[in-house]
């Protein structure tokens, strides 16, 4: 199974510079969990202590944000598009 993940700059660290890898699992946690397996340090970044999406980080798969789905055990398949997207605060 093969699933375009696409990475923010901040994350690219990790991919050796890679805007977009590719990794495999049949939820999100599981894509999680193999991108960790192929780019290590990348879980501590997505996922909190509990194993919790952290709230500064959006994950949307297809185009829509995971939390309006069933979030980390959102069902994925070959060829479905996954967006880590930092959230930004800030303004006036």
């Not at 805007?19 to 909190?48: C, F, N, P, T, Y």
């Not at 055990?73 to 959230?87: E, Q």
Request: net charge neutral; hydrophobic share 40%; glycine share 8%.
């Amino acid at each position: 199974m093969s699933i375009r993940v696409r990475v923010p700059t901040p994350l690219r660290k990790f991919t050796a510079g890679s805007d977009v890898v590719e990794a495999s699992g049949a939820s999100i946690k599981a894509v999680i969990e193999d991108l960790e397996q192929r780019h290590a340090g990348m879980r501590e970044r997505l996922l909190d202590d509990k194993g919790e999406l952290r709230r500064f980080v959006n994950v949307y798969l297809n185009g829509d944000d995971i939390r309006f789905l069933d979030q980390l055990n959102s069902k994925v398949k070959d060829g479905d598009d996954i967006s880590i997207v930092p959230a930004i605060a800030g303004g006036r």
